[in-house]
């Protein structure tokens, strides 16, 4: 290889790992404070929570656990399920944002069984309650999922789908959660 061309190629991979380290320092930076009441109301989500999941077609009740945690400064989170069940663990994870062009929250949520991104808005209200809709146009099979406070510490999810475009809802499952109590973590620090 000719000095030329070396030093062509260490100039390309410095201007690559400056980049790469200005996207790392920009995504790392604090957003700007959420000001909308909507967005503020959803801090409160933040932490981890216990409960049950109950089935919309049996009622029975499955174990399971929430975490949430805010990402990008404040300007969104992400949450990690798991539902113990008789089968194992169902394990999903979602992460959401409030999108000021849309005026609304967008949620990706993710699980272990399907592995295929869905995407939910939501529009929520200053008290916490946001109503998530599936957004894919082309779907006869539409998903609404309700989030709402039920306590000073404690949510609910309700997830409906419709099979005819919304006219008609079925309840799926409702998650009925409370916070956890901070609980000393190995070598005696806290949550």
Not at 10 to 36: E, F, I, K
Not at 59 to 86: D, N, Q, Y
Not at 132 to 140: A, E, H, Q, Y
């Amino acid at each position: 290889m000719s000095r030329t061309a070396g030093s062509r190629l260490h100039a390309s991979a410095s201007l690559g790992r400056a980049a790469l380290a200005a996207a790392l320092l920009l995504a790392a930076a604090p957003a700007a404070p959420a000001t909308d009441s909507a967005e503020n109301a959803r801090g409160w989500l933040v932490g981890s929570w216990h409960g049950v999941r109950r089935d919309g077609a049996d009622g029975s009740e499955a174990p399971m656990t929430s975490r949430f945690e805010s990402i990008l400064g404040g300007a969104g989170f992400t949450e990690r399920i798991a539902v113990r069940h008789g089968g194992g663990v169902y394990r999903g994870f979602a992460t959401e944002v409030f999108d000021p062009g849309l005026s609304r929250w967008v949620r990706m949520y993710v699980n272990a069984s399907r592995r295929h991104f869905a995407r939910l808005e939501g529009e929520g209200d200053a008290d916490g309650r946001v109503v998530w809709r599936s957004v894919s146009p082309d779907r006869s099979r539409e998903t609404r999922v309700v989030t709402e406070r039920a306590g000073a510490d404690r949510w609910r999810r309700t997830s409906s789908i419709s099979e005819d475009h919304g006219k008609t809802w079925r309840v799926l499952f409702v998650d009925d959660l409370e916070r956890d109590a901070a609980r000393p973590e190995p070598g005696g620090s806290r949550r």
